[in-house]
Nanobody, 122 residues
Framework: QGRLVESGGRVVQAGDSLNLTCVAS????????RGWFRQAPGKERELLAA????????YSEKAVKGRFTMSKDNAKNTVYLQMKDLQPEDTALYYC???????????????WGQGTQVTVSA
């Protein structure tokens, strides 16, 4: 069984940009649709964006507010989350997940990474 590994999280200041990376290794995850989620302390995990193998994207505008962009590089089995104008309320553990596209958007994905911490200071 494959695994998902996120990276790129760190401490940034309000207004900064940050790029997160999720690498999938092993079958079947390297061919699955992928999504980015986050969970802040005391809050429920929320979907940020999802992308299909062919590049179709979905964004949760309530969470993203036009500031995040999800992309992928199939040759590298990697998806990215480019985040700009980060604010303290974006502080959370950011997760990469894999499953069917509809499940990423409307359900609970089956496969998860361990997460990468993003902290935004005021």
């Amino acid at each position: 069984q494959g695994r998902l590994v996120e990276s790129g999280g760190r401490v940034v200041q309000a207004g900064d940009s940050l790029n997160l990376t999720c690498v999938a290794s092993g079958r079947p995850l390297d061919t699955y649709n992928r999504g980015w989620f986050r969970q802040a302390p005391g809050k429920e995990r929320e979907l940020l964006a999802a992308i299909t193998w062919s590049g179709e994207t979905f964004y949760s505008e309530k969470a993203v507010k036009g500031r995040f962009t999800m992309s992928k590089d199939n040759a590298k089995n990697t998806v990215y989350l480019q985040m700009k104008d980060l604010q303290p309320e974006d502080t959370a553990l950011y997760y990469c997940a894999a499953d069917f596209f509809d499940t990423l958007i409307n359900g609970v994905p089956k496969y998860w990474g361990q997460g990468t911490q993003v902290t935004v200071s005021a």
